[in-house]
């Protein structure tokens, strides 16, 4: 881990904010405004909350009966209704919301009272399948503006929506599907990747064979001569929408109610639902996309994530329409048709506010400082960076092809906080490599393994008190959610290692657990374990992370034949084809590997620590616990 700080720093260099952003900026005094904020969180949070709108006020801010929370105790509200009428009723009415552009250049664009149109008739149309408050819907759409559609719909009316990204597999989907119980699910009938048509459909199809609890399905049309559709079952969207009216009342709802809820990988081969409601996510996200981005009504915003991810969720739709914001938001990738593609749509669209990751920062890296220098970037005042460490070689570059004088905002949160909880303000000198301090009303720190705060050195990132947009269980399983509050006494262990320097900064080294970030995309090792031994020439398996120049880490699998299988190329392309329908792209191991045996703990435990070492060429520590 040491060495790892080392690298991490060695760019040493403090940057200190332009002092004209400062100047204008919503948080000018950093320190002031957190020494305050913590002081008392609690009216911080509910100064926040003012700045929204609620049907009925809250009797107490927060009630907590650890490690069980609820925010504006009491309080009705909807956060449709706070990223749609609050605007519509205001000048914003005829402000842009969402641009949206597709791979080959065609643009859809949705001012708010067009969103605020589109939303309603899917609301109605929703209602009109005789859908109720808390009844599940799984979306299961490509990066096209009918996903936040669907997802707005949903909330108008208490549903709860379960975005599932359209790169799993149908299995994958299945799982989800049947976990929520979803009794509708939103599909289209392709997406597009590099010019290439990915069926989605009869991946749907594939799935909703043994899910019982599905009625319905309606499928977005996008191919001009796609195929009809089949079953009765299936709905096509445009019939759905067509003769709804544009007018559905926003449900008034207690601020608890649940708003979604998302799978990620933890450390077992099943997926966590991730619950989050309506109130306190909606002050989360609203506040931290303000202060963060200083979000401003003249600002556009792009950033580059998949409603498929949390990171979708709350910076793509909740927090900017919160805020009354411009957002373009584009499918494809970021080196399709060419390098160029995402410095062409800051300059296309004068984006001055540009959120992405470091895995797409090391990917356009990769073609030269040339790409970026061809355009007109000079309408960028804030950047972003989420889903893993930004190493200082790419926060530098990223930083320079943009001008010099845009600051990062290197972003930590997960599917869990629902928010942005370590990040710096426009007004917080930076060094890049690290997430610096936590965001207003947080207390995050560093402590070992008994909860003693670390004054500086390497531990594990808690949360020392609860916050509004916390997830509020993980669906169907609050054991798992009890985990997070019970792992480290008397905090919520986010599973990240983390280092604190001198000036309180907080450096983010990776998980602690048996997680590993792809691409920015979380998948738990014993996932992609199990799908493995679920096929026929495998008798066991384990799976470690290891490093990637772009991608940040990539999956290595170690695997045992059984009896009778011996290790061909062509065997080790079924595996991996195996994990892809198992599983989907993403999960694929990129390197697998035939042992003939695996070291274990004397309970028969994996140590993935010490094949991990082994690998990397390093110490794998304490092994006395290794059986052999
Ligand atoms: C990692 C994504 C370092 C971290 C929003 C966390 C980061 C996990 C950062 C959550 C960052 C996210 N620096 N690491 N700025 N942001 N991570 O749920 O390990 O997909 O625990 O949420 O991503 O991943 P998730």
Redesign the pocket.
Known sequence: MEQNIETLQKSGRVIYPPAELKAQAYIQDYEKAYKQSIEDPEKFWENVAKELHWFSPWNKVLEWNYPWAKWFVDATCNISYNCLDRHVQSWRKNKVAVIWVSEEGEERIFTYAELYRQVNKCANALKALGLNKGDRVTIYLPKIPEQIVAMLACARLGLIHSVVYSGFSAKALQARIQDAESKLVITADVGYDRSKTIPLKPVVDEAVKSCSTVEKVVVVQREKNGSALTSEKEIDWEDWLKNQSTHCEALQLDSETPLYILY?SGTTGKPKGVVHVHGGYMVGTYITTRYVFDLKDEDVYFCVADPG???GHSYIVYGPLLNGGTILTAEGKPDYPNPGRWWDLIERYGVSIFYTTPTAVRLLMKFGEEWPAKYDLSSLRVLG??????NPEAWEWFYRVTGSNKPIM???????TGSILVTPLPCVPLKPGS?TRPFLGIEADVVDRDGNSIEHGGGFAVIKKPWPSMMRTIYNDPDRYLLYWNTIKGCYT???VCHKDKDGYLW?M??ADDVV?VA???IGTAEVESALVSHEAVVEAAVIGKPHKTAGEMIKAFVILKEGHTETPDLIQQLQDHVLNELGKIAVPKEVEIVSSLPKTRSGKIMRRVLKAKELGQDPGDISTLEE
């Open positions: 990620t991810w949390v990171t960076s989420v889903g893993e460490p930004i290197d972003t930590w949160w997960q599917t869990e997430a986010a599973g990240d983010f990776g998980r970030k920015g995309n979380r």
